[in-house]
């Protein structure tokens, strides 16, 4: 059971172009501290801590300036912050969690409306091409590409983490930068 729209979107999607379904875009392994909205300030990091609401000065504040790899907002890396409904800093309802890439790959292949941002709006799920915020804090690609979190590391490369890609042309799991602002789509544990 998938919860039937992205942390912090308004309403369920429309079609795939929808802002108000947009909803938030997280950095990965990050609480709902605020971080998350598209309007949110900035942090020069990367940080030490992967506290969440702790009083510490990021807290609220997308971290960025982490242009160096592992291209992630904390350092040391800590790849456990988003497994399962206990997980750290699982931003997911009670009884919810961050999908696998397992998860998502499942649900990629049973589109049948395309492999594309058409499919990805005509599955059950009503995904949307909510777009990213890069490492640098940049605001992109609303309406033009859906970048949706999973929960599992990618530790053979630079410590990127999976992610669910779709845009006009193609839908495939990419690694992307753990400092990247991503879409968060939950599942029924």
């Not at 909803?23 to 971080?35: I, M, N, P, S, Y």
Request: hydrophobic share 30%; net charge negative.
């Amino acid at each position: 059971c998938w919860l039937d729209r992205n942390l912090g979107a308004s309403r369920v999607a429309q079609a795939y172009n929808d802002d108000q379904a947009y909803g938030d875009l997280f950095q990965w392994g990050r609480c709902d501290d605020g971080h998350q909205a598209r309007n949110s300030a900035y942090y020069s990091g990367p940080v030490s801590t992967p506290a969440c609401k702790g009083g510490n000065a990021w807290d609220g504040r997308f971290v960025r300036n982490v242009d160096f790899e592992p291209y992630d907002w904390i350092s040391p890396q800590n790849s456990n912050l988003w497994q399962g409904v206990s997980g750290i800093n699982n931003p997911c309802p009670p009884g919810w969690r961050i999908p696998t890439y397992n998860e998502w790959e499942t649900e990629r292949q049973s589109w049948t409306g395309g492999n594309n941002y058409y499919g990805a709006f005509a599955s059950p799920l009503k995904l949307t091409a909510a777009g990213y915020r890069n490492y640098g804090g940049f605001l992109g690609g609303a309406g033009v590409v859906g970048q949706y979190w999973s929960s599992t590391p990618r530790a053979d490369f630079y410590g990127d983490s999976h992610s669910l890609f779709f845009g006009s042309g193609n839908a495939v799991m990419v690694a992307d930068s753990r400092a990247w602002g991503n879409s968060v789509r939950c599942i029924k544990d």
